[in-house]
């Protein structure tokens, strides 16, 4: 998984490292604008491949420990069937 966050926007993109024995795409992306203050995070998410997920704004928690950024939050999309707590990680490319 891939997230780029620039001075206003977010995005991320995921991909299946191990290719599925039938058709099916494990591509997956979505983005959108966000605020940050102190270590509340919140991310409005205007685009996603899930439609009942565009629209819908999620706060998590960050820390940033050394080069890595750890974001931890609820994702509740009551279309989707998704309730439940994330706990994402992501070291930074230079």
Known sequence: MIKI???SHFAFLKHDLNSPKDSSNHFDAGGGSYTLTGNAYT???DYYGDR???GKTFD???AISNDTLIQRG????EGAGIDREI???Y???K
Do not use: P, S
């Open 74 to 77: 609820m994702e509740k999309v």
């Open 87 to 89: 706990i994402e990680r």
């Open 52 to 54: 009942n997920w565009e």
């Open 91 to 93: 070291v930074r490319v």
């Open 43 to 45: 991310e409005h998410l």
């Open 60 to 62: 998590f928690t960050v």
């Open 5 to 7: 966050i620039n001075d």
